[in-house]
């Protein structure tokens, strides 16, 4: 008999490395993914994912610095386990795309059923604080239209009901319910750890009583007969003081729990279940003997064929590495969990504010980290020791962390996958709108392994419940939600143009901070005044680059785009009237004399919507377009494909800070070479340079009302 006609050769498989198959499974449950592994794997390997934001930049060896489709998913469709270190508005958007079926979302034909375990400290003090994850119950007035909320139930100890929904009052939608168990929920095991009780550990001697009973009970445990047996037990009064201490608050959760409000109903595919154990009766411990309790039933939970995502929020308020107990059993049946996700279907997200207060046995185990701005670099070195960052890149990556802007992270995801190599000419990458199944190619899709992505979340479709409260609050958020007046009109005495804050997506290879954005709310009626509101952001520029506009949304203009700059200085002069002299309905004549410029012009802007004419005023006048927002400068970080115009961008300025704005192309080949051409030609397909007009000899300029961060 041949050596390969032995039955033990059968499974061995040929001799190539990686079969298409292997390659297709291993690109079917990466944790992370952008926009080009989609693109070329197609949505038949990636059939659900959740759009968490976009990649700024890719550091890792082989893969270009900027992908060509910056989308950033999280692989609903495969178990994960994730760390979020410290915003809650990350943990919110996975939340989202995990149970909310929206295109603008990601794609998701099985929505998820999700716990979140939530335990508020302050609860003693009169300052707790709902849960944020709550908020996903209300949409957001502006980008969740056409959206449906989950359904959130909140379940809190019956003793503390009342005082629980006064503290989730303001959000109506949310169903705040006690928690209930049954009988049957109660295991010898599980009633160790509400007990806080290690067998391994020294134990009060009342507490051999119980372990007796629990014993004796150990093939069929009932609650109701070990309650019995404990009763007809002797015991000292204080040792029955601390029995009733420890069981008090499983008693008060089994009065009236039966098999109809028991918390297993609650799992539900789509909807979000928040155990909130927040009351000044309640410590960490007891939270984690709560927590593992539920954990379990959530585990076992039949939720017909969904998927499951539970989330520890503010998981350094119960979770410790020098906790024992139920903290420590609740570390245990979640690392049980995550080893086990493939099998038990079981998603895993931790957020957490103090990354090394955190049991350090997840971060070896995490899918993927998402790390946003810290200042402490004992954190940064805590976090190297455990994800594949090279240690020659720590100075480099601790600059960037602690330079993060709002809404901005560090992703680290070694078996995360994109695209190696160099982007792909047009019209290479696959149709992701096809159903039928794309080829793999180990060549083109690769594991990031010892990399990491700088990222942006995108903004949520319901409310923000986390924004920072201020003595002088802002007029938006960035990378939160989007709120505007519901009607679309408001009261007030005067006109409000705020400077605020809002994300740009310019062309792919341009990394765009926030922008300087101006807002206008228009009057009611002639003799209404103006009133401030919060404008929608637009998550990208349009076509033309000029303005964006649907019939949900106002006007937003860019007018740092070529097609709307040479109206900037009629905006600016507009905008500074209104500053100085609280002036929101100005002359025409009065531009025209300022700007040096004929009625022509000012007819123009009013043509493409810039300004608007006043009607039933004796005087021509013009106001700012109502209901519009304004970007007038924007922000360019020459990174990535954008890096080689450094040195291009170093010299104009220098010359323009001598005096000499405008640069011939003569010049610059004499000081770059020939090559300089190709540069130029990239600086101005970004808008980092522009031609200038009417010169006799080619020149060029940095762009105006652009600020740029090399």
């Known amino acids: 008999m041949s050596k390969l006609a032995r039955p033990e050769y ?41 759009v968490y934001g976009r990649v700024l930049e890719q550091h890792a060896n082989g893969f270009p610095a900027v992908p060509a489709a910056p989308v950033l998913y999280i692989n609903t469709n495969t178990p994960f386990s994730g760390l979020g270190t410290g915003k809650s508005h990350s943990t919110s958007v996975l939340l989202e795309s995990c149970l909310m079926a929206d295109a603008r979302l990601g794609t998701l034909p099985e929505p998820l059923s999700a716990l979140v375990f939530h335990f508020d400290t302050a609860a003693g003090g009169g300052a707790v604080q709902p849960c944020e994850a709550a908020y996903l119950s209300t949409l957001d007035a502006k980008n969740g239209e056409g959206a449906v909320a989950p359904t959130v139930t909140v379940l809190v100890l019956p003793s503390n009901l009342r005082a629980m929904k006064k503290v989730y009052a303001k959000l109506p939608a949310v169903h705040v319910e006690p928690l209930h168990f049954s009988p049957e929920d109660i295991s010898g095991e599980r009633l160790l750890a509400m007990m806080k009780v290690e067998e391994s550990g020294q134990m009060p001697l009342y507490m051999e009583a119980v372990m007796t009973i629990l014993r004796s009970m150990e093939d069929s ?70 927590f593992d309790l539920i954990l379990g039933l959530f585990v076992e939970a039949d939720v017909k064929a969904s998927g499951k995502l539970v989330v520890l929020d503010e998981a350094h308020k119960y979770l410790s590495d020098a906790q024992s107990g139920a903290s420590s059993r609740l570390t245990d049946s979640l ?78 995801t070694a078996s995360g996958i994109s695209v190696r190599g160099s982007h792909k000419a047009n019209g290479s990458a696959k149709d992701t709108s096809s159903d039928g199944d794309s080829s793999v190619s180990g060549s083109e899709v690769a594991q990031l392994g010892a990399g990491y992505l700088l990222v942006q979340s995108r903004l949520r479709a319901t409310q923000d419940g986390g924004r920072s409260i201020l003595a002088v609050q802002e007029s938006a958020s960035l990378g939160g939600s989007m709120n505007q007046s519901s009607s679309g009109r408001a009261s007030g005495t005067s006109l409000a143009l705020h400077p605020t804050h809002s994300t740009f997506s310019f062309a792919s290879q341009a990394a765009v901070s926030p922008s300087s954005v101006w807002q206008v709310r228009a009057p009611a009626a002639a003799s209404e005044s103006p009133s401030p509101r919060n404008s929608p952001e ?20 860019l007018m740092t785009s070529p097609a709307l700059r040479k109206f900037l200085p009629l905006v600016t002069l507009m905008q500074q009237l209104f500053r100085d002299e609280e002036l929101w309905r100005v002359k025409t004549q009065r531009l025209q004399r300022a700007l040096d410029i004929d009625s022509d012009a000012i007819a123009k802007a009013v043509a493409r919507g810039v300004i608007v004419r006043v009607e039933g005023a004796g005087t021509a006048r013009v106001m700012l377009a109502p ?69 006799t000899k080619s020149k060029i300029r940095l762009c105006p009302h652009t600020k740029l961060v090399l």
């Open 335 to 412: 690392l049980t969990i995550i080893r086990q996700y493939r099998h038990l279907g079981t998603r895993v997200l931790i957020s957490t504010q103090e990354p090394t207060v955190v049991p350090s046995k997840f971060l070896a185990l995490c899918s993927f980290i998402i790390a946003h701005r810290f200042q402490s670099p004992e954190w940064l070195r805590m976090l190297t020791k455990h994800v594949s960052v090279p240690e020659r890149s720590f100075d480099e990556l601790f600059a960037k962390v602690v330079s993060l802007q709002t809404g901005q992270a560090i992703m680290f």
């Open 221 to 290: 445990f009932d609650y109701t007969k070990f309650r019995e047996q404990l009763s007809a037990q002797t015991f000292s009064a204080s040792q029955k003081s601390m029995l009733k201490l420890r069981l008090s608050l499983l008693d008060s959760c089994l009065k009236d729990g039966n098999a109809s409000n028991r918390v297993s109903t609650h799992f539900k595919k789509g909807h979000l279940t928040i155990i909130d154990l927040s009351s000044p009766f309640m410590d960490g411990s007891s939270a984690c003997g709560f």
């Open 627 to 695: 209901g519009a927002t304004y970007v007038t400068e924007r922000t360019v970080y020459l990174t990535g494909a954008l890096r080689d115009c450094v040195p291009l961008v170093q010299y104009l300025k220098t010359q323009a800070e001598s005096g000499f704005s405008e640069i011939t192309l003569a010049t610059l080949r004499k000081r770059f070479g020939q090559e300089v051409e190709e540069i130029v030609a990239k600086a101005k397909a970004q808008d980092v340079v522009e031609d200038v007009p009417n010169a």
């Open 538 to 557: 637009p998550s990208s520029s349009t076509e033309s680059g000029s303005r964006t506009s649907s019939d949900a949304s106002p006007e937003v203009f």
């Open 10 to 50: 059968a499974l061995l498989g040929g001799d190539t490395p990686q079969t298409s198959d292997a390659a297709a499974h291993a690109f079917r449950t990466a944790p992370v993914f952008t926009g080009d592994a989609l693109d070329t794997l197609g949505p038949a390997i990636l059939p659900q994912r959740a």
